[in-house]
């Protein structure tokens, strides 16, 4: 079994930061990309960044040079730091990891979602 369990939101002020958090614990043989998603009230859940194995990284338009995405592979666990705040990114935001329990198989896992909300 897999758990993603993600850490570091809250609230914050427009124009301040926030760092997310995301590791993975279990049964883990090696992880290809690892992503973070939001989803805002009343939205569907997008992708903001996403980051693969080899350290190649891709972003949202509307979070490019605001956010970044890292990973520590040693560590399974993938960051976002996140710079700039705007009231729209208030939403809860998910991990997500494709994670190969062994050589055949790959399986998608979601962490529980962290909140983040920007507001004065």
């Known amino acids: 079994q897999v758990q993603l369990v993600e850490s570091g939101g809250g609230l914050v002020q427009p124009g301040g930061s926030l760092r997310l958090s995301c590791a993975a614990s279990?049964?883990?043989?090696?992880?290809?990309?690892m992503g973070w998603y939001r989803q805002a009230p009343g939205k569907q859940r997008e992708l903001v960044a996403a980051i693969t194995s080899g350290g190649s990284t891709d972003y949202a338009d509307s979070v490019k040079g605001r956010f970044t995405i890292s990973r520590d592979n040693a560590k399974n666990t993938v960051y976002l730091q996140m710079h700039s705040l705007k009231p729209e990114d208030t939403a809860v935001y998910y991990c997500?990891?494709?994670?190969?329990?062994?050589?055949?198989?790959?399986?998608?896992?979601w962490g529980q979602g962290t909140k983040v909300t920007v507001s004065q």
């Open positions: 279990g049964s883990i043989f090696s992880i290809n990309a």
């Open positions: 997500k990891a494709e994670i190969r329990a062994d050589y055949y198989s790959t399986t998608h896992y």
